[in-house]
């Protein structure tokens, strides 16, 4: 077993702040068995149910906060501290108040039985009416926890991170080996494996969660600088000429910085997610929210050097769609950065469904209900850069392009060889600043000359336009699905 709750509210949260919210459980008419472990329970846990609520600060914020105390029957929810959670999840949710879950539990308490089993629906519709509300849900994910608490208020946070080596799944491995004559694997409903497999955003002891607590709700904080404009000097802009091929050719460059170069250097408070929630993540593909300068947002970015050794896939496109629903059900601008030499082209990636996924993903970015920005970075191939394009503004490095095809590909086709490379990219207009021209982009990020040659210098300037932008869209909010796609019209 883990820290206890008090240990955790010791830990976690600001000295003196906790107030609880807890009244006393009523059980009913129950038999004399159950009554003696209640009380056995109230003596082994010092608390006088397996669930604990109240409110506390956070690096000086009031949050709500729920957490089980597993020496209380496993951690296990009867209908009494069910009842419990659910008052606490609704007043949380009417007093505005962002809610953080700590779960530790072996699931529905057995000495109920069907009764205690069925409140998980009511649990399930508190949290997801507390979230409709726009109120960030924070989980904490404490060894161990199983069963119908797994099932139900414990994987369902906007943002999910789990204990170090923490027991998580959905049936226990005792009650697995039970029903089936031998043991479940190992190695399988462990946190380490669930951040693998995409379905927890990230694995940190309890020492860092209110670290981590306050940098998530320092970039959710809409309200912190929203009036704040960029300044003049901030607007550094390129023009005149640029060679087509030549861009195409620096766009190429693996010293040339990417995402994790931006989001290093030019944004603060970085909270990277990962994975779709549902078994997938694809390392091409970074998901994180983070602030440029006072404005908050969500990040989908291509992320090239990873693509280098692993293509974009349908996991990751399937990533980004998570990332939309998270985004809009918080009201962040999403901003995705385009920077890929092409969707993954494979049958794992065709048996994955890739072209719908493509399509699903144009679809979500065209009609998520929040403000979109789209950074073109560097290069941009195919399908796979074009799902990350629509949005409310689109912003572009003065290098970076888009093609249906990389340029090779292209005159293979027309010219069956790829020495016109060159020829096809001029003719095929795929220069941001010839997308400029004709709408498809709003602003473009000057490099002096070559993004490559001064990445820190490079960076900040993107920032600080992407930190123009974002607070714009926050004060104009987001547009409509028709008006997104308008500028495609050629």
């Given at each position: 077993?883990?820290?206890?709750?008090?240990?955790l509210?010791?830990?976690?949260?600001?000295?003196?702040?906790?107030?609880?919210?807890d009244?006393?459980p009523?059980?009913?008419?129950?038999?004399?068995?159950y009554?003696?472990?209640?009380?056995?329970?109230r003596?082994?846990?010092g608390?006088?149910?397996?669930?604990?609520?109240?409110?506390?600060?956070?690096?000086?914020?009031?949050?709500?906060?729920?957490l089980?105390?597993?020496?209380?029957l496993?951690?296990?929810?009867?209908?009494a501290?069910?009842?419990r959670l659910i008052?606490a999840?609704?007043?949380?949710t009417?007093?505005?108040?962002?809610?953080?879950?700590?779960?530790?539990?072996?699931?529905?308490?057995?000495?109920e039985?069907?009764?205690a089993?069925?409140?998980?629906?009511?649990?399930?519709?508190?949290?997801?009416?507390?979230?409709a509300?726009?109120?960030?849900?924070?989980?904490?994910?404490?060894?161990p926890?199983?069963?119908?608490?797994?099932?139900?208020?414990?994987?369902l946070?906007?943002?999910?991170?789990a204990e170090?080596?923490?027991l998580?799944?959905?049936?226990?491995?005792?009650?697995y080996e039970?029903?089936?004559?031998r043991?479940?694997?190992?190695g399988?409903?462990?946190?380490?494996?669930?951040f693998?497999?995409?379905?927890v955003?990230?694995v940190?002891p309890?020492?860092?969660l209110?670290?981590l607590v306050?940098r998530?709700l320092?970039?959710l904080d809409?309200?912190?600088?929203?009036?704040?404009?960029a300044?003049?000097?901030?607007?550094v802009?390129?023009?005149?000429?640029?060679d087509?091929?030549?861009?195409?050719?620096?766009?190429r460059?693996?010293?040339?910085?990417?995402?994790?170069?931006?989001?290093?250097?030019?944004?603060?408070d970085?909270?990277?997610?990962?994975g779709?929630?549902?078994?997938?993540?694809?390392p091409g593909?970074?998901?994180?929210?983070?602030?440029?300068g006072s404005?908050?947002?969500?990040?989908l970015?291509q992320?090239?050097?990873e693509q280098a050794?692993?293509?974009?896939?349908?996991?990751?496109?399937?990533?980004a769609?998570?990332g939309?629903?998270l985004?809009?059900?918080?009201?962040l601008?999403?901003?995705?950065?385009?920077?890929?030499?092409?969707?993954a082209?494979?049958?794992?990636?065709?048996n994955?469904g890739?072209?719908?996924?493509?399509?699903?993903?144009?679809?979500?970015?065209?009609?998520?209900?929040?403000?979109?920005?789209?950074?073109?970075?560097?290069?941009?191939?195919?399908?796979?850069?074009?799902?990350?394009?629509?949005a409310?503004?689109?912003?572009a490095?003065?290098?970076?392009?888009l093609?249906?095809l990389?340029?090779e590909?292209a005159s293979?086709?027309?010219?069956?060889?790829?020495?016109?490379?060159?020829?096809?990219?001029?003719?095929?207009r795929?220069?941001?600043?010839?997308?400029?021209?004709?709408?498809?982009?709003?602003?473009?990020?000057?490099?002096?000359?070559?993004a490559?040659?001064e990445?820190e210098e490079?960076?900040r300037?993107?920032?600080?336009i992407?930190e123009?932008e974002l607070?714009?869209?926050?004060?104009?909010?987001?547009?409509?699905?028709?008006?997104?796609?308008?500028?495609?019209t050629g």
């Amino acid at each position: 077993m883990g820290l206890t709750s008090a240990e955790l509210i010791d830990l976690v949260l600001d000295d003196g702040t906790w107030t609880s919210w807890d009244m006393a459980p009523s059980y009913g008419d129950i038999s004399e068995a159950y009554a003696a472990d209640l009380a056995k329970a109230r003596e082994r846990a010092g608390t006088d149910e397996s669930v604990v609520t109240g409110e506390a600060r956070i690096a000086g914020r009031r949050v709500a906060v729920v957490l089980s105390e597993f020496r209380f029957l496993a951690g296990s929810i009867g209908r009494a501290s069910a009842e419990r959670l659910i008052a606490a999840v609704e007043r949380a949710t009417r007093e505005g108040l962002p809610l953080l879950a700590g779960p530790a539990s072996g699931g529905t308490r057995m000495q109920e039985g069907t009764p205690a089993f069925v409140q998980m629906v009511r649990i399930a519709e508190a949290v997801t009416r507390h979230k409709a509300a726009g109120l960030p849900y924070l989980v904490y994910l404490r060894h161990p926890t199983t069963g119908g608490v797994m099932a139900s208020w414990g994987s369902l946070g906007h943002v999910t991170v789990a204990e170090p080596e923490a027991l998580l799944g959905f049936l226990g491995p005792k009650v697995y080996e039970v029903l089936n004559g031998r043991p479940f694997p190992s190695g399988v409903q462990v946190a380490e494996n669930l951040f693998a497999h995409g379905l927890v955003d990230g694995v940190a002891p309890p020492a860092e969660l209110a670290g981590l607590v306050d940098r998530v709700l320092t970039i959710l904080d809409l309200r912190s600088n929203a009036g704040r404009a960029a300044s003049a000097s901030e607007r550094v802009e390129t023009s005149g000429q640029i060679d087509t091929w030549d861009a195409i050719t620096r766009s190429r460059r693996t010293d040339r910085p990417g995402v994790r170069a931006l989001l290093r250097i030019a944004a603060s408070d970085v909270v990277p997610l990962n994975g779709t929630g549902q078994g997938e993540r694809d390392p091409g593909l970074i998901i994180a929210l983070a602030r440029f300068g006072s404005a908050p947002c969500l990040v989908l970015a291509q992320d090239r050097r990873e693509q280098a050794h692993q293509p974009l896939g349908p996991e990751g496109l399937r990533e980004a769609q998570r990332g939309m629903k998270l985004a809009a059900g918080l009201g962040l601008p999403v901003v995705t950065v385009i920077d890929t030499p092409g969707a993954a082209l494979s049958p794992e990636a065709e048996n994955g469904g890739i072209a719908g996924e493509i399509a699903r993903t144009l679809g979500a970015l065209v009609n998520v209900e929040t403000p979109t920005l789209s950074l073109m970075l560097g290069e941009g191939n195919g399908g796979g850069a074009l799902a990350f394009l629509p949005a409310d503004r689109v912003v572009a490095a003065q290098h970076a392009w888009l093609s249906p095809l990389p340029p090779e590909g292209a005159s293979a086709i027309v010219h069956g060889d790829s020495d016109h490379a060159a020829e096809m990219a001029e003719a095929q207009r795929v220069l941001a600043v010839d997308l400029q021209q004709i709408g498809v982009v709003d602003r473009i990020v000057a490099e002096s000359p070559d993004a490559a040659d001064e990445p820190e210098e490079f960076c900040r300037r993107v920032g600080s336009i992407l930190e123009d932008e974002l607070l714009g869209l926050l004060r104009s909010g987001p547009g409509e699905p028709t008006a997104r796609a308008a500028r495609y019209t050629g």
